[in-house]
């Protein structure tokens, strides 16, 4: 069956902490790997990793896709309150529908 | 502006009711979705269509029903033989095909059982 895990489930920092987010799985076929931020109601969409993209950044957020060891981490640097959301992490084998991780709910004080 | 209208926000249910999610999509995608978000259990595949007129059951869709008549609509039913109900719905969208490409989510529907 196919899985994928994050951790932590729940983290909490103060702004201008770094973070670093993982997120591991165990599929077939694997053809990618998502990530999206949950603010209050619709997942938004950060990031695509795939074999031939594995390594993306926007402004302070970059991920990394290391298929060797069936991972992806989401590094968010100098962090601010607007970053607290929840994290979900999904993953998409060849011929298979998303299959989402539980999500990391980061909270970002003053 | 394209995108995804769910509707309602917020539903209220009466045991033994059925009642039925709305979701409308403009972005001309083929594949729709359902999931149901619970605390701490991130999204989990309630039905899916690839196409209209068709549709498959995901990983937990007994106590749920859709239909898929146009391209742009895949409302989901929540019966009354659901027995936990009460939970945060979204509904997704996306061209499924060769080309990798990410799902566009809906606001979401609350869901709770009076």
């Known amino acids: 069956e196919d899985k994928v895990v994050q951790s932590p489930l729940s983290l909490v920092v103060h702004e201008g902490d770094t973070v670093t987010l993982n997120c591991s799985y165990e599929?077939?076929?694997?053809?990618?790997l998502l990530w999206y931020k949950q603010e209050k109601k619709a997942p938004t969409f950060l990031f695509m990793l795939?074999?031939?993209?594995i390594e993306k950044k926007s402004g302070r957020l970059s991920s990394i896709l290391d298929k060797k060891e069936l991972s992806s981490i989401l590094n968010i640097t100098a962090t601010q309150t607007g970053d607290s959301a929840i994290y979900l992490c999904?993953?998409?084998?060849?011929?298979?529908?998303?299959?989402f991780g539980p999500g990391t709910r980061l909270s970002v004080l003053p | 502006d394209g995108g995804i209208t769910q509707s309602p926000k917020y539903l209220f249910r009466k045991e033994g009711q059925n009642v039925t999610l709305s979701c409308e999509q403009n972005?001309?995608?083929?594949?729709m979705y359902w999931y149901r978000q619970d605390p701490g259990q991130g999204l989990r595949l309630i039905y899916y269509?690839?196409?209209?007129?068709?549709?498959q059951k995901g990983d937990i869709a007994e106590g749920y029903s859709v239909s898929r008549e146009k391209k742009e609509s895949f409302p989901l039913t929540v019966t009354s033989a659901q027995k936990n109900p009460t939970a945060f719905y979204l509904c997704?969208?996306?061209?499924?095909?060769?080309?990798?490409?990410?799902?566009?989510f809906g606001q979401g529907t609350r869901l709770t059982v009076v």
């Open positions: 997704a969208s996306r061209t499924p095909g060769q080309t990798n490409t990410e799902a566009f």
């Open positions: 599929v077939t076929n694997f053809r990618s």
């Open positions: 795939t074999s031939s993209g």
């Open positions: 999904a993953v998409e084998a060849l011929g298979q529908n998303f299959v």
């Open positions: 972005l001309n995608h083929d594949a």
């Open positions: 269509s690839q196409i209209v007129n068709d549709f």
